[in-house]
């Protein structure tokens, strides 16, 4: 709680889930390779990298299928992950190692810090939320992610020019991250005012995703510029 009372905005909801040894063992194995701790403070990304290049950062990549197609099909881009949860983050070790996967570093912390006292403002080429927590009852709207005060959070770290781009298959939540979104002037919608973007090819599908369609879900794409 902050001073003022108020529910600070966290990127998770805390979800008990034991790890498998296979998860564990690529935890153990991988998080002084690219582990990143939140307690260092602000990251250096060229160095951690040892090179200049793209940065691509996604928030809540949950067992990191997507996040690790992404990088191992785009090498010359470098790429951060954030998550909370532990055995998603030993899965995608587990994979990063299985494919030679080395452009990739991870937090194990709440996104909303990490990106307050760890990454430097004007620094990041991408930020990608792929299907965030749609706190799907009326009342708990007020716990979900994209909101004015942590999408302003999300362009002081973004370079002008830098992508902002969220997926969801909840309708509810699509228009709210539109009405926010298109309700600052900080930012412009890739594809034209109130306009979700097509499917782009290079998010994959994820077995969630596929899950979603089988249930008769939608997808909406949403891709927004930094303006200023």
Same mark, same amino acid.
């Given at each position: 709680?902050?001073?003022?009372?108020?529910?600070?905005?966290?990127?998770? @909801?805390?979800?008990?889930?034991?790890?498998? /040894?296979?998860? %564990?063992?690529?935890? $153990?194995?991988?998080?002084?390779? !690219?582990?990143?701790?939140?307690?260092? &403070?602000?990251?250096?990304?060229?160095?951690?990298?040892?090179?200049?290049?793209? @940065?691509?950062?996604?928030?809540?990549?949950?067992?990191?299928?997507?996040?690790?197609?992404?990088?191992?099909?785009?090498?010359?881009?470098?790429?951060?992950?954030?998550?909370?949860?532990?055995? &998603?983050?030993?899965?995608?070790?587990?994979?990063?190692?299985? %494919?030679?996967?080395?452009?990739?570093?991870?937090?194990?912390?709440?996104?909303?810090?990490?990106?307050?006292?760890?990454?430097?403002?004007?620094?990041? $080429?991408?930020?990608?939320?792929?299907?965030? $927590?749609?706190?799907?009852?009326?009342? =708990?709207?007020?716990?979900? +992610?994209?909101?004015?005060?942590?999408?302003? +959070?999300?362009?002081?770290?973004?370079?002008? &020019? &830098?992508?902002? =781009?969220?997926?969801?298959?909840?309708?509810?939540?699509?228009?709210?991250?539109? /009405?926010?979104?298109?309700?600052?002037?900080?930012?412009?919608?890739?594809?034209?005012?109130?306009?979700? /973007?097509?499917?782009?090819?290079?998010?994959?599908?994820?077995?969630?995703?596929?899950?979603?369609?089988? +249930?008769? =879900?939608?997808? !909406?794409?949403?891709?927004?510029?930094? @303006?200023?």
């Amino acid at each position: 709680m902050n001073p003022a009372g108020k529910r600070t905005i966290r990127s998770y @909801v805390l979800r008990t889930g034991r790890m498998t /040894a296979a998860q %564990q063992q690529g935890y $153990d194995s991988g998080w002084h390779q !690219w582990g990143l701790s939140y307690q260092s &403070g602000p990251l250096d990304i060229p160095e951690t990298f040892e090179r200049l290049a793209p @940065v691509v950062l996604e928030i809540g990549f949950g067992m990191g299928q997507s996040i690790l197609a992404m990088a191992k099909a785009t090498p010359d881009c470098n790429f951060i992950g954030i998550e909370v949860h532990t055995p &998603g983050i030993g899965k995608l070790m587990s994979g990063m190692k299985e %494919q030679a996967v080395d452009n990739l570093r991870i937090y194990h912390h709440d996104a909303v810090e990490v990106l307050r006292d760890c990454i430097p403002e004007n620094s990041l $080429d991408t930020v990608q939320i792929f299907f965030p $927590d749609p706190w799907h009852k009326r009342k =708990h709207h007020k716990r979900r +992610l994209i909101q004015a005060i942590f999408v302003e +959070l999300l362009r002081t770290r973004l370079k002008p &020019g &830098g992508l902002l =781009h969220l997926a969801t298959d909840w309708e509810n939540y699509a228009g709210q991250m539109m /009405a926010v979104l298109s309700g600052t002037d900080t930012y412009k919608n890739s594809y034209g005012e109130g306009q979700y /973007a097509p499917r782009p090819e290079h998010r994959p599908y994820t077995k969630f995703e596929k899950r979603g369609e089988r +249930l008769g =879900h939608g997808v !909406w794409d949403l891709m927004f510029t930094r @303006v200023r």
